[in-house]
C-alpha cells in the first residue's frame, strides 16, 4: 500500500505536497509515524505525520507550529519520529520564541503533544538540560506503555550527562556520570534503549576501565515516585541488583 508520495497532498496549514520523506517505524496495528519535507511551490517546510493502517494521513505537529512547554515559542526544525504499540510518536524538535533556542523531547499521545524534556529545563536528580536539541540521544522506539528513554547532556552539575526514563507523565534518572556504581565511579553512559514493558537498558563505563549493560525497571510499587531498580545484566545469570531512591536530590545505592 503505498501511503504517500511527491505528488501527495500534505495535510499542513496552508497546504502543499510531500518533497521527501524520512521513515519513523511502524506498530503491529500497522500505524507508521515519518517526517516528511512539504512544499507549496514557493516555500519548503517540513511536519511530523502518521498514517494508519488504511492509509489515512495526519499530521502531528509543523515548523512553525507552537512548542508546549516553551511560552511563545515555534518549531524551527523537526527530526524522524518513532511510534510504540499504543500509538504514542515521539520526536525530537528545535523551538525558537525569538530569544530563546532550545530543543527536546516531545510526544503525541492520544491526541495530545506535550513536552518530555525541554533544553534548560531542570533535570531530574540535579542540574539543567542543554538546549541544543542534538544534546538530546533518543531511543530507538516507544514501549507498548508509552515509555521512552533518552540521553542527554546536562548542565550546572557535576554530572555532564545522563539516561533519564519518561513514563506515564513521570521523567525519571536511570544513571548518570559520576554516580557512584558497583564501588566506583561512572564515567561514561550510552544512548538506552526500551522494551514494551518500560524496561531500560542502558550501557556505561567505570572509572576502572570497565564497562558493561544495566536494565533498570520503574517500580510500580516503589514509595517514592520514580524510584527505579538496576540489575546488572553485565554476566548472566544476574547476579546483582541496584536500588536508587532520591532523598533531597542525593542519591543512595545498594546492591
Not at 38 to 64: K, P, Q, W
Not at 136 to 149: D, E, H, I, N, P
Not at 175 to 200: A, E, I, K, R, Y
Request: cysteine-free; hydrophobic content about 40%.
Amino acid at each position: 500500500v503505498r501511503l504517500a508520495d511527491t505528488s501527495t497532498a500534505a495535510p499542513i496549514t496552508g497546504g502543499g505536497r510531500f518533497l521527501a520523506f524520512a521513515p519513523g517505524g511502524m506498530n503491529d496495528s500497522g500505524e507508521s509515524a515519518f517526517f516528511g519535507a512539504v512544499t507549496d511551490n514557493l516555500n519548503i517546510g517540513a511536519g511530523i505525520f502518521t498514517a494508519d493502517a488504511g492509509g489515512l494521513i495526519s499530521r502531528i505537529t509543523e515548523e512553525g507550529a507552537s512548542v508546549p512547554g516553551f511560552e511563545n515559542a515555534f518549531f524551527t526544525t523537526l527530526t524522524r519520529p518513532t511510534i510504540g504499540e499504543g500509538g504514542q510518536v515521539v520526536f525530537r524538535g528545535v523551538g525558537d520564541n525569538g530569544t530563546n533556542i532550545r530543543g527536546g523531547l516531545f510526544l503525541f499521545d492520544n491526541g495530545l503533544l506535550s513536552a518530555i524534556a525541554l533544553g534548560n529545563q531542570a533535570a531530574p536528580g540535579g542540574g539543567t538540560f542543554d538546549a541544543a536539541a542534538t544534546s538530546f540521544s533518543l531511543a530507538s522506539r516507544v514501549s507498548a506503555t508509552g515509555a521512552t528513554a533518552f540521553r542527554a547532556v546536562l548542565n550546572g552539575t557535576s554530572s555532564s550527562a545522563g539516561v533519564f526514563v519518561s513514563s506515564k507523565g513521570t521523567l525519571s534518572r536511570v544513571l548518570g556520570v559520576g554516580d557512584s556504581l558497583f564501588n566506583d565511579t561512572v564515567t561514561v553512559v550510552g544512548t538506552p534503549s526500551v522494551d514494551d514493558q518500560g524496561n531500560v537498558v542502558v550501557d556505561y563505563g567505570l572509572a576502572n576501565g570497565q564497562t558493561g549493560i544495566l536494565r533498570a525497571t520503574i517500580l510500580t510499587s516503589a514509595p517514592e515516585p520514580g524510584t527505579l531498580a538496576l540489575l546488572s545484566l553485565a554476566a548472566l545469570p544476574i547476579v546483582g541488583a541496584l536500588r536508587r531512591k532520591h532523598k533531597k536530590g542525593a542519591s543512595q545505592h545498594g546492591l
